[in-house]
């Protein structure tokens, strides 16, 4: 889906011929910062390919109106704009049927004249309603199409908007869903049985999957659900069961909140103990983000092992946590985001650590309930306090109490309600608004590489 902004938008960007389109295929609702426009081709596929990382993979496509945009986008038929029944009979009515028609196979609609862009404009707007109000009421869109297309040159769009409705909305609801998969550590293996899934038409299924992380084994049950207000499916939650690093099998249910969740490495490692640094969403709708841990003594009634939650206002700073150790791969900016990334995601990283002028190996995991980093010698055994003040900069300093310097004591740890809206978004191609284009491709973000980890 797509907001009402990026809408308004994209009519601005086709006036001025950006028709080649880099859009998040990571993201299921799409705002003005998910999606960008070009002139060229060439420019569309390199902002693509310099914008990877793991909250972003753009796809291009070329459209040169909202009607071409939306059929290309997973549920693009959901769009509308929530005319009343009355409302969009009355645009109905405006028409002269017996000469009107739109194909929505053609890539490039002739508008000329400002009554003809006017023209185009309304049918646009008119289709979208009709599509949008056959799947909410197939009856009564079909019902206006009997009154106002039979044997009019529209009448073969009805037919081929039926012909190929199921078929093009199967395969994006394939081909999201794969890549929804494959996002969250899936890997391609399961697309046979996927595709197979969906074309069996049922309310609901499974697909099974198994894997081994760090030559442990770890079996997963994914499961899919028919919407109920359409025939698209949706990844809705994952089963994980693993034998952790004492031998002990344990599982857990992992939710999936608007195509997005915990990725299955991220499971594991939260599974072994471990914290990892997510972007949640409060019940306000408001993103924040938090590390999230489970707690191995407590269940919730589903069966599941409740989650501990340390808030971005709880005062972890983990950067900070890593300068108490002469780590050599905080002393390169590259090396250290690698590190800090790694971490984020729940890793136990490898790290050196120079102690009297020598190199010693050492994992290390976040640790944000105490504000600390753990660390284990190069055969994964705990470091008690004592062996870590002997690797630290200034021993003589308590880890994470120094955190908590100039924090408010009132703010809580898992408070969602205090979460901070992002503030700030670049502006659309290079800087410009629709009509400015000075040659140069936009780059929004670096890639984000991921450090090795177990």
Same mark, same amino acid.
């Given at each position: 889906?797509?907001?009402?902004?990026l809408?308004?938008?994209?009519?601005a960007?086709?006036?001025?011929?950006r028709?080649?389109?880099a859009?998040n295929?990571?993201?299921?609702?799409?705002d003005?910062?998910?999606?960008w426009?070009?002139?060229?081709?060439?420019?569309?596929?390199?902002?693509?390919?310099?914008?990877?990382s793991?909250?972003?993979?753009?796809?291009?496509?070329?459209?040169?109106?909202?009607i071409s945009?939306?059929r290309?986008l997973?549920y693009?038929?959901?769009i509308?704009?929530?005319?009343?029944?009355?409302?969009?009979?009355?645009?109905?009515?405006?028409f002269?049927?017996?000469?009107?028609?739109?194909?929505?196979?053609?890539?490039?609609i002739e508008a000329?004249?400002?009554?003809e862009?006017?023209?185009?404009?309304r049918?646009?707007?008119?289709?979208v309603?009709?599509e949008s109000?056959?799947n909410?009421?197939?009856e009564?869109?079909l019902?206006?199409a009997?009154?106002y297309?039979?044997g009019?040159?529209?009448?073969?769009?009805?037919e081929?908007?039926?012909?190929?409705k199921?078929?093009?909305?199967n395969?994006?609801n394939?081909d999201?869903?794969k890549?929804?998969?494959?996002?969250?550590?899936?890997?391609?293996?399961?697309g046979?049985?996927?595709e197979?899934?969906?074309k069996?038409?049922q309310?609901?299924?499974?697909?099974?999957?198994k894997?081994?992380?760090?030559?442990?084994e770890?079996e997963a049950t994914l499961?899919?659900?028919?919407?109920?207000?359409?025939?698209?499916?949706?990844f809705?939650?994952?089963?994980?069961?693993?034998?952790?690093?004492?031998?002990?099998?344990?599982?857990?249910t992992?939710?999936i909140n608007n195509g997005?969740?915990?990725?299955?490495?991220?499971a594991y490692n939260?599974?072994n103990?471990?914290?990892?640094?997510?972007e949640l969403?409060?019940?306000?709708?408001?993103?924040?983000?938090?590390w999230?841990q489970l707690d191995f003594?407590?269940k919730?009634? @589903?069966g599941?092992f409740?989650r501990?939650?340390?808030?971005?206002?709880?005062?972890y700073?983990?950067?900070?946590a890593?300068?108490?150790y002469?780590?050599?791969?905080m002393?390169?900016k590259e090396?250290?985001?690698?590190?800090?990334r790694?971490?984020?995601k729940?890793?136990?990283?490898?790290?050196?650590?120079?102690?009297? =002028?020598?190199?010693e190996?050492v994992f290390?995991?976040?640790n944000?309930?105490y504000?600390?980093?753990t660390l284990?010698?190069s055969k994964?055994?705990r470091?008690?306090?004592?062996?870590r003040?002997e690797?630290?900069?200034k021993?003589?300093?308590?880890?994470g109490?120094?955190?908590?310097?100039?924090k408010e004591?009132?703010?809580e740890?898992?408070?969602e309600d205090?979460?901070?809206?992002?503030?700030?978004?670049?502006?659309k191609?290079?800087?410009?608004s629709?009509?400015e284009d000075?040659?140069?491709?936009?780059k929004?973000r670096?890639? @984000?590489k991921? =450090?090795? =980890?177990?």
């Amino acid at each position: 889906m797509i907001s009402d902004s990026l809408f308004n938008e994209a009519q601005a960007e086709f006036a001025v011929g950006r028709n080649w389109i880099a859009y998040n295929t990571k993201t299921y609702f799409l705002d003005n910062a998910d999606m960008w426009f070009f002139r060229d081709k060439e420019e569309a596929v390199e902002f693509a390919n310099d914008n990877i990382s793991d909250r972003d993979a753009y796809a291009v496509i070329h459209a040169t109106s909202i009607i071409s945009l939306m059929r290309q986008l997973p549920y693009g038929e959901d769009i509308h704009f929530n005319l009343s029944h009355k409302e969009l009979e009355n645009l109905f009515q405006s028409f002269d049927w017996s000469v009107a028609f739109y194909d929505p196979l053609h890539d490039t609609i002739e508008a000329g004249t400002e009554q003809e862009k006017d023209d185009l404009a309304r049918m646009e707007t008119l289709l979208v309603e009709w599509e949008s109000l056959y799947n909410r009421d197939p009856e009564a869109a079909l019902q206006l199409a009997a009154t106002y297309w039979e044997g009019h040159p529209m009448e073969a769009y009805k037919e081929d908007f039926l012909t190929i409705k199921y078929d093009l909305m199967n395969e994006r609801n394939f081909d999201y869903l794969k890549s929804n998969i494959r996002n969250h550590g899936f890997g391609e293996t399961l697309g046979p049985e996927l595709e197979t899934a969906l074309k069996a038409g049922q309310t609901e299924f499974t697909l099974a999957f198994k894997t081994e992380v760090n030559k442990r084994e770890m079996e997963a049950t994914l499961y899919f659900k028919k919407s109920n207000e359409s025939d698209l499916y949706f990844f809705n939650k994952y089963d994980t069961r693993l034998k952790n690093e004492k031998d002990e099998t344990i599982a857990q249910t992992f939710y999936i909140n608007n195509g997005w969740g915990v990725t299955l490495k991220e499971a594991y490692n939260l599974l072994n103990g471990r914290a990892v640094h997510k972007e949640l969403t409060n019940k306000d709708q408001e993103k924040y983000h938090a590390w999230i841990q489970l707690d191995f003594s407590a269940k919730d009634k @589903n069966g599941n092992f409740e989650r501990k939650q340390y808030h971005q206002n709880y005062g972890y700073d983990l950067k900070e946590a890593l300068s108490y150790y002469p780590i050599k791969e905080m002393q390169n900016k590259e090396d250290m985001d690698k590190l800090i990334r790694s971490l984020e995601k729940g890793n136990a990283q490898m790290v050196t650590i120079q102690v009297s =002028g020598k190199d010693e190996k050492v994992f290390i995991e976040a640790n944000p309930q105490y504000k600390t980093v753990t660390l284990y010698n190069s055969k994964f055994q705990r470091l008690d306090q004592e062996q870590r003040q002997e690797l630290m900069n200034k021993p003589e300093l308590k880890e994470g109490k120094e955190q908590t310097k100039g924090k408010e004591k009132s703010q809580e740890l898992g408070r969602e309600d205090q979460s901070e809206k992002k503030q700030g978004k670049g502006r659309k191609v290079n800087g410009g608004s629709a009509g400015e284009d000075n040659g140069l491709v936009t780059k929004i973000r670096s890639s @984000n590489k991921k =450090g090795l =980890g177990i």
